[in-house]
């Protein structure tokens, strides 16, 4: 057991201390963490000082994806695109939208999102978007006030489709927001009680805010302990529970109004190769067992991934 103090809810009782490798990249390097044994919260011991070393320019979010090169790619992408601005009208909009109905049974995209929380007009802001590709996508499927923030991108990014990414922390901004997402950023932020209430701030009254993150307590953490893929030491921080997050929204004046599990066959996937040393192949029946089992979890909430909402 450990004597180190939980950086959410203060308890020094029960805390489990846990030995993460850093294995994104393979530099071997192993850090401490802290299980509470109240809350649930896994978080870093100790931040590196260095911690440019782990996010290389070749970091997944801090590029966008490239076009494929076949021929029909430009047509099958305006299909497509076509295809999601109609998903975006018939699942904010108008539910008597045909073609978005036929769209939401192929595509899974946006599924994160309602007309309650927001609408294509909505002033919405992503934190920690990396490059924006979200936002890219986003304003290509008919959203029309999309901002991004990351401090760790090298400089401000303008995209020709009016998409502005700023190189900034969130309380350097002094503006306010109709909706507020952060997609699997929150986990890396050293100080989630202080973003919680920036988010507080910044959101209009009556907005919503989406966190998509990783949530302790889970299956997947259970089953694989340090080799679980989502712990992804050092980057991420703060591995949330649903009271640690409860404990914080509720600090921070906000009302956690719901939780969507949403993991993936991911959890298994990446676990396994962290497990086994090694880049495996699954075969097609091994990854569809996956991907059923993790709708099994997160039907009963213990996916290793979530969606938060929070009302302000």
């Known amino acids: 057991m450990s004597k180190c103090i939980c950086k959410i809810c203060n308890n020094l009782e029960n805390n489990k201390t846990i030995t993460v490798q850093e294995r994104m990249?393979?530099?071997?390097?192993?850090?401490?963490?802290?299980?509470?044994?109240?809350?649930?919260?896994?978080?870093?011991?100790?931040?590196?000082?260095?911690?440019?070393?782990?996010?290389?320019?070749?970091?997944y979010s801090f590029s966008l994806l490239l076009p494929k090169?076949?021929?029909?790619?430009?047509?099958f992408m305006k299909v497509?695109?076509?295809?999601?601005?109609?998903?975006?009208?018939?699942?904010?909009?108008?539910?008597?939208n045909f073609i978005g109905?036929?769209?939401?049974?192929?595509?899974?995209?946006?599924y994160y999102l309602n007309e309650k929380m927001c609408h294509i007009n909505s002033k919405i802001l992503d934190v920690g978007c990396g490059a924006g590709q979200l936002l890219l996508d986003m304003k290509k499927h008919g959203f029309k006030n999309l901002k991004g923030i990351d401090p760790y991108i090298s400089s401000d990014i303008t995209y020709d489709?009016?998409?502005?990414?700023?190189?900034?922390?969130?309380?350097?901004?002094n503006e306010t927001f109709d909706f507020i997402m952060l997609h699997h950023s929150f986990e890396h932020m050293d100080n989630p009680e202080s973003v919680m209430k920036e988010i507080y701030r910044l959101l209009n009254p009556n907005a919503y805010a989406l966190i998509r993150i990783p949530v302790a307590r889970s299956y997947a953490y259970k089953k694989y302990g340090a080799y679980w893929v989502q712990l992804d030491a050092p980057r991420h921080f703060f591995i949330h529970s649903t009271a640690?997050?409860?404990y914080l929204a509720k600090k921070a004046g906000l009302e956690l109004e719901s939780i969507v599990y949403d993991s993936t066959s991911f959890q298994f996937i990446g676990s396994?190769?962290?497990?086994?040393?090694?880049?495996?192949?699954?075969?097609?029946?091994?990854?569809k067992y996956f991907?059923?089992?993790?709708?099994q979890l997160n039907a009963i909430s213990q996916g290793d991934q979530a969606c938060f909402y929070l009302k302000k």
């Open 244 to 246: 640690s997050m409860q």
């Open 25 to 59: 990249f393979n530099l071997g390097d192993n850090f401490e963490y802290i299980e509470c044994g109240k809350c649930g919260c896994i978080q870093i011991s100790k931040i590196p000082d260095n911690m440019d070393r782990y996010y290389p320019d070749n970091y």
């Open 272 to 287: 396994e190769q962290y497990l086994k040393g090694e880049n495996i192949s699954f075969k097609k029946k091994e990854i």
């Open 80 to 96: 497509k695109n076509f295809l999601l601005k109609n998903l975006v009208k018939y699942r904010l909009e108008n539910k008597n």
């Open 69 to 75: 090169k076949w021929f029909f790619y430009p047509y």
């Open 161 to 173: 489709s009016g998409v502005k990414i700023e190189k900034k922390y969130i309380n350097e901004l």
């Open 291 to 295: 991907s059923k089992k993790a709708k």
């Open 101 to 110: 109905f036929l769209a939401s049974k192929r595509y899974h995209r946006y």
